[in-house]
């Protein structure tokens, strides 16, 4: 017993417990060396391990009830859900607790149990900060799995007690700190997992050296540093993706690794060439989103159980190997986003298992190679954004005149973004999987082919945008009761929309149709679109009024048409509505004040139609308002409620950006500006081209979150108020072809992001203040006001004496006016002459003199005829 406590003098005071503990239950159970009679409920042996158990759980929560026949009534444990016992022996040897939806602090408890070899806990909610010390003293564990749970502890150096460990798994939690060094002594271990957590620092070298080593996870985290040179030849799994501070080169010794199966190192910052050698069981490969350059030599070529090459996201360059594919069992192949040029390989498919190709983002040009029309296992090829030119192959169109092609198995097929020709095939409506079909920026021309209504239950994505393709949209689109994303925008397209649209009413969220010629009016069947939550009708030749029956909508984009009637009241009722812009239209009569109802509404664009009233009060009721236009309208009267707005004041702006998928064209800085999101902190007011009148009120400079402010063509009187200096994040003021007057605040000198300004055609007054910001703009920010000067306008004149006025006699007055102006000459003359002389006296003494005298006299005779109209004035 001596021995045994000198033995473990130095554990922590929690160990030491946790091991008298264990002796205290081996006190009540035989020998393990002498033969063990068969448990049984009655066993004396078993009781202590039930109150263990109990005992460990007793904080943890178990809400479904997995653990409900855990009774402190019991013998044995041996019954209860995820216990597992030795046969011999009637000991606890596995606890699986995995996927139990347990919460509460991860239980340390359990290892009071001598004989448990296996303890997993995995796919529950536990949360704990402290990494139980008691977790150390299990050490007859071979298995431990706490992985996907919410622990946030840092790994303690003790560690490396558990030396018969042989699979241990943390991935998914939010570990963090260095990883302890004792990993290198865990000499037994054969499969670890620490992905998905926040470890940081460089990988202990000694994980890399373990003997037995086979599986190795370290995905995810932020570990940092390079890759040592030595690696154990026992592993067959090797993932360390997504540890953005990996940096240097591949070693060679790892790509060069016999047994390596699976070897994923994307996402990092390795630099430089491929590896010259890989080793031949390679059967996944995955260097993406790196740093590597140069070419793809002909070592990725002679793998003979590659089915998985994912090289993307860095910057190689050159052509790719012609070989490729021609010894390997291909299935996926990822090159996009690189420098690669000339053809492709027509090889990639000679296997015949190819299922996924994608080769977006390169130069690749040249004709797609008739061998890809052949390769039956094709399941989804994506070539965006490249130079490929010619027809595309039959084979790809699963032509019905080639009986010996096959490609039913067609899941996602992505041609956009090339140089291709030809028409869009009807056969194309024969894929009885194709869910995928994106056709966008390519010169196909002719019409879309009622065909592809035969893709009723696949297609789920259909877009053919930007695009010379003419003709009418098939009113077979109805049928593809599986479509989610409609887009047929930028074409040619003419003729009404289909009311037969209106089908989709439990798939469609997307449709856009926008700039085309398509006429006549919005069918109301759209209504029936219970799903559609963004739809873009700009720039057609769409007439009539607005159904009232869309309202399920969070955007509404109508810009650019000729609809006519009123805004309708059951837009009110579109509770999700974000962007509503109906600008450029011919609408008319007021806005209704339903629309008080639309809380979320971020976007109000109606300008450019024929609407009136006075300033909608109820807008200032909207938080979530961002974007105001009411440009180019009827409107009249003051804007006093314009400084309620409560957006346009507040600095609390924390809802995410609003990605629109259709540009927002927006009049700001003097010209229409495109956005293709609405950043959360751009606020944009537009009352342009009213009649609106009054004075600028003074609280409009409590409106601080302006970027854009354009009051420009009303008739507003007053000043400018000086506490638009307040405004400090405009980017863009114009209040042009008004009827201000008075001076231009110097406050205005303090707008640092002022990119644009234009107060041209007022009857502002006075000299322009001097600011860094406000001389950076030309005369066409001021033009059109007479009574203003300074720079960048002409010099103010220089201020005159004011003369004194007495009243009298008009002979008197005049003779006075030419004497005092002869008095002036005289002294102007005399003055002058003295200066004139100083600036001689340098080069002559005589001329000094004489000037002197000259002076003298002349300046006696000025004051003897001032002191004359003095006496002749108050005579």
């Known amino acids: 017993m001596a021995r045994i406590i000198t033995n473990q003098f130095c554990w922590s005071m929690a160990a030491a417990r946790v091991y008298i503990s264990a002796l205290q239950l081996l006190l009540h159970t035989p020998s393990l060396a002498s033969p063990a009679p068969s448990p049984s409920p009655s066993s004396a042996m078993a009781s202590p391990q039930v109150s263990m158990l109990i005992h460990a759980i007793k904080h943890v929560e178990d809400r479904h009830g997995f653990l409900s026949d855990w009774r402190a009534s019991d013998a044995s444990p041996c019954t209860w859900s995820g216990v597992t016992c030795d046969k011999t022996t009637g000991l606890v040897a596995q606890l699986d607790l995995s996927n139990m939806g347990l919460s509460g602090p991860l239980p340390a408890g359990f290892c009071r149990l001598p004989n448990l070899t296996s303890l997993n806990l995995s796919n529950n909610s536990l949360d704990d900060d402290v990494f ?48 302890p060094s004792g990993f290198g002594n865990l000499a037994q271990l054969q499969s670890l997992d620490l992905s998905g957590n926040n470890f940081s620092g460089p990988i202990p070298a000694g994980i890399f050296s373990l003997p037995l080593l086979s599986f190795l996870d370290l995905s995810g985290n932020t570990l940092q540093g390079q890759l040592p040179q030595i690696f154990t030849t026992t592993l067959v799994h090797l993932d360390l993706s997504y ?9 060679a010794s790892v790509a060069e690794l016999p047994n390596l199966t699976f070897l994923d190192l994307s996402g990092n910052n390795f630099t430089g060439l491929l590896p010259q050698h890989f080793g031949q069981n390679l059967q996944y490969l995955a260097l993406s989103r790196n740093e590597l350059n140069g070419e793809m030599h002909g070592a990725i070529t002679q793998l003979p159980q590659l089915t998985h090459l994912d090289l993307s996201g860095n910057l190689f360059s050159g052509q790719m190997p012609q070989m490729l594919g021609s010894t390997s069992p291909l299935m ?14 027509s090889t990639i498919c000679k296997a015949g298992k190819l299922e996924d190709v994608t080769l977006d983002k390169n130069s690749f040009s040249g004709s797609l190679p008739q061998a890809y029309g052949n390769c039956s296992s094709l399941i989804s090829f994506s070539l965006w954004s490249n130079n490929f030119s010619g027809e595309i192959p039959a084979g790809l169109w699963s032509s019905p005149k080639l009986s010996l092609l096959d490609l039913s198995s067609l899941e996602y097929l992505d041609v956009s973004d ?14 009885p999987f194709l869910g995928y079909l994106y056709l966008s920026s390519t010169f196909l021309q002719g019409t879309i082919p009622p065909s592809l209504g035969n893709l009723t239950l ?68 759209l209504g029936n679109l219970s799903r559609l939550s963004k739809l873009h009708f700009v720039s057609n030749h769409l007439h009539g009024p607005i159904p009232e029956s869309v309202c399920s909508l969070s955007i509404l984009t109508l810009y650019d048409n000729n609809l006519t009637s009123r805004i309708p009241t059951s837009l009110g009722n579109c509770s999700q509505l974000i962007s509503l812009d109906i600008r450029r239209n011919h609408l008319e009569g007021s806005i209704p004040d339903c629309l008080v109802m639309l809380q979320t509404l971020w976007i109000f664009m109606v300008g450019y139609n024929n609407l ?62 495109n956005f293709a999101y609405v950043p959360k902190v751009m606020v944009s007011l537009d009352l342009s081209g009213n009649h609106f009148s009054g004075s600028i009120p003074f ?28 405004l400090l994040q405009l980017e863009s003021l114009d209040l042009s072809n008004n009827y201000l007057a008075g001076a231009i605040p110097l406050d205005l000198g303090s707008l640092n992001f002022l990119q644009f300004l234009n107060l041209s055609n007022n009857q502002l007054t006075g000299k322009i203040p001097y600011s860094t910001k406000l001389s950076t703009f030309t005369n066409m920010s001021f033009d059109g006001n007479p009574g203003l000067c300074g720079f960048p306008l002409l010099p103010c004149p220089i201020p005159q004496a004011p003369t004194p006025y007495i009243e009298t006699h008009h002979r008197a007055g005049s003779w006075i006016s030419n004497n005092v102006s002869l008095g002036g000459f005289l002294i102007g003359y005399s003055t002058g002459f003295c200066l004139l002389c100083s600036l001689l006296v340098y080069y002559s003494n005589k001329i000094v003199e004489t000037c002197n005298y000259e002076c003298k006299h002349k300046k006696e005779r000025t004051d003897y005829k001032k002191s004359n109209h003095r006496l002749e004035l108050f005579d």
């Open 132 to 179: 139980p010390q008691q977790l150390l003293a299990c050490q007859s564990l071979l298995s431990l799995n706490l992985s996907v749970n919410h622990l946030r502890c840092f790994l303690p150096d003790g560690i490396q007690n558990l030396r018969q460990l042989r699979y241990f798994h943390l991935q998914v939690n939010n570990f963090s700190g260095a990883l």
């Open 243 to 251: 540890n953005t501070l990996l940096t240097g080169q591949i070693p």
């Open 332 to 345: 996926y192949l990822d090159v996009s986003y690189n420098l690669l040029q000339g053809e492709i390989p």
């Open 418 to 431: 090339n140089h291709l020709q030809g028409i869009i095939p009807p056969s194309l409506g024969n894929l």
């Open 458 to 525: 696949s297609l789920v994505r259909l877009q053919i945008s930007n695009n010379p393709l003419h003709g009418t949209i098939p009113p077979s689109f109805g049928n593809l009761s599986s479509l989610s994303y409609l887009d047929l925008s930028n074409n040619s397209l003419q003729g009404p929309i289909p009311q037969s649209l209106g089908n989709l009413g439990f798939s469609l969220a997307f449709l856009d149709l926008s700039y085309n010629q398509l006429h006549g009016s919005i069918p109301s069947s």
């Open 612 to 673: 009136q009233g006075t300033f909608p009060p109820w807008l200032s009721k909207i938080s979530s308002l961002r974007i105001l236009d009411l440009s180019n309208n009827n409107f009249f009267g003051n804007i006093d409620v314009v400084k309620e707005i409560r957006a346009f004041k507040t600095s609390n702006l924390t809802d995410a950006n609003i990605v629109l998928e259709e540009y927002l064209p927006i009049d700001s800085k003097g010209k229409e500006l």
């Open 699 to 726: 609280e409009m400079g409590k409106l601080i979150r302006l970027h854009n402010l354009n009051l420009s063509r009303n008739a507003f009187i007053g000043s400018i108020p000086p506490t638009m200096g307040n």
